[in-house]
């Protein structure tokens, strides 16, 4: 059974950083894809990052592209996503997944199954 546990989220001003964690366990972790999606009140789930099981490619919403970066330490089954240069509009619950499939890019939504509890970003203004 597959268990995402996120951490690192929190209230950071406009032009701040964080960096989320993602523990991931239930499954043998290089295998798969992981990605991190966000909901803001209102609207729907989207997907901010992705990257492929063997961390060999990234990929980002056009929204976040130069300020996030997703990355993986796979000895230590987690997945992580910095985040600079953080705006109000990056407000949201931050979401890790992980793909369905072995061997997955993480380049689209449908690739992933499988989501933890969800982590609150606030950035305020």
């Known amino acids: 059974q597959v268990h995402l546990v996120e951490s690192g989220g929190g209230l950071v001003q406009a032009g701040g950083s964080l960096r989320l964690s993602c523990a991931a366990s239930g499954r043998t972790f290089n295998l798969y894809a992981m990605g991190w999606f966000r909901q803001a009140p209102g609207k729907a789930r989207e997907l901010v990052a992705g990257i492929r099981w063997n961390g060999g490619t990234t990929h980002y919403q056009d929204s976040v592209r130069g300020r996030f970066t997703i990355s993986r330490d796979n000895p230590k089954n987690t997945v992580y996503l910095q985040m600079n240069s953080l705006k109000p509009e990056d407000t949201a619950v931050y979401y890790c997944?992980?793909?369905?499939?072995?061997?997955?890019?993480?380049?689209?939504?449908?690739?992933?199954?499988?989501w933890g509890q969800g982590t609150q970003v606030t950035v305020s203004s």
């Open positions: 997944a992980e793909s369905r499939d072995a061997f997955s890019g993480g380049r689209t939504e449908q690739e992933f199954a499988y």
